[in-house]
């Protein structure tokens, strides 16, 4: 038996649900613009961009330097980078890389306790460029007492003074552990860190391993 075109068309029209489109007021798309910009500031950490020679934001094809803002603070820092060519592969790669150095150094000031914290993630990036910018590139970010090693540090002092020590050693090491700005200052000191960052390196290093049947004895 045929169905009619008339019930199928009907049946079609009444199982198919038709959506409705909503239109936003000019207000509303307002209202949700700005708490959607207010969301990602709150959650922002730093504002990066890049600059030309002249410390004005541009693109990246035209960039030579990064400039790093911190908040909420608003502490900037700005590196230009040596002999940046604009637009060249090198230069690019290098401004990529200062970014991510940039965040990397930030995140790792703010996990440290708050004692031992620069007081702006911008110092903390500063003091690991210009460490960069001394030739010492290090192993790890400058920073607090979690991360530094005092006897360490208190020998890269010794080898940066040729091995004398200080009139009261007792002192000198007590200073080290309990003041950690100045323990900061040591440690991000260009003349003090690249002999720290050697003998950190030689700490890690892992110990000559033995032959298996030397270590088993049979």
Not at 14 to 23: D, G
Not at 109 to 118: K, L, P, S, V
Not at 148 to 153: P, Q, Y
């Amino acid at each position: 038996m045929a169905r009619k075109s008339g019930n199928l068309k009907t049946a079609l029209e009444s199982s198919v649900a038709v959506a409705t489109p909503v239109t936003e007021t000019p207000q509303q798309e307002e209202n949700v613009t700005e708490a959607a910009v207010e969301v990602k500031s709150a959650r922002a950490k730093a504002v990066k961009s890049f600059v030309n020679a002249a410390g004005e934001e541009v693109d990246i094809e035209f960039a030579t330097g990064l400039r790093y803002e911190a908040l909420p603070d608003k502490k900037v820092y700005v590196y230009q980078i040596p002999g940046a060519q604009v637009g060249s592969p090198q230069t690019m790669l290098a401004l990529f890389g200062s970014t991510t150095l940039g965040t990397n150094t930030a995140s790792q000031n703010r996990g440290q306790d708050i004692a031992d914290q620069f007081k702006s993630d911008a110092d903390a990036v500063s003091a690991r460029f210009e460490r960069i910018v001394q030739g010492d590139w290090g192993t790890r970010a400058g920073g607090g007492g979690l991360q530094i090693d005092t006897t360490a540090l208190y020998d890269a002092i010794l080898k940066f003074k040729n091995g004398a020590p200080p009139p009261d050693v007792v002192a000198f090491k007590a200073r080290l552990e309990s003041d950690a700005d100045w323990r900061k200052l040591m440690r991000n000191h260009p003349q003090i860190a690249p002999h720290y960052d050697e003998l950190m390196r030689e700490k890690r290093a892992p110990a000559e391993v033995k032959p298996i049947d030397e270590l088993l004895g049979w």
